[in-house]
């Protein structure tokens, strides 16, 4: 198993003898409750955002993995040509919600940008995004913040800026 194994009373006596040990050995202390593992201490290591290893078992099933989220009610020309006069339907809103959950997880509280530094995935995620906030959906604030955000680059504005052929 790895690890020094405690039991609960011996760890509420010595418990900062143990943190200090750990902080010193990097070594994890697990303890036990009748020899069962109960919780472990370990070494505070920064978290590393690696975005599939964030994402891990966190699909349980998705059967089609290319489908836009909600794309037949929120296509692409709300974009450029104004907002669906219809709700969103229940299935749409399901698959919204998982865009968002999604989308919690790989963007960083307070970050610009899902990896650090911009790249093409950020785009992709605000035209995701932007299909529901520029339609009036309801969108999580720091997510339509984010989409508005990454609107506004100067390698993006003259994408949005192009004139469009009526439909």
């Known amino acids: ?7 609960k009373s011996e760890f509420k006596e010595k418990a900062l003898e143990f943190f200090r040990q750990v902080e010193a050995s990097g070594e994890r202390v697990i303890v036990t409750d009748h020899g069962k593992p109960v919780l472990e201490v ?30 037949d009610e929120r296509s692409t020309e709300v974009l450029f040509y104004g907002p669906s006069d219809k709700p969103l339907s229940h299935a749409a809103r399901a698959a919204a919600d998982k865009l968002f959950a999604a989308a919690s997880v790989l963007l960083p509280e307070g970050a610009e940008n899902l990896f650090g530094a911009w790249c093409i995935a950020d785009l992709d995620l605000a035209l995701m995004l932007n299909r529901l906030v520029l339609n009036g959906d309801t969108v999580p604030q720091r997510l339509a913040d984010y989409a508005t955000q ?11 800026e192009l004139t469009r052929p009526p439909l």
């Not at 370990?42 to 794309?71: C, F, K």
């Not at 990454?150 to 949005?160: A, E, G, I």
């Open 1 to 7: 198993m790895g690890g020094n194994l405690v039991s």
């Open 42 to 71: 370990r070494p505070y290591r920064g978290i590393e955002r690696r975005p599939l290893e964030v994402l891990r078992d966190s699909v349980v099933r998705y059967d089609n993995p290319t489908d836009s989220v909600a794309e």
């Open 150 to 160: 990454q609107w506004q680059r100067p390698s993006v504005r003259p994408w949005l």
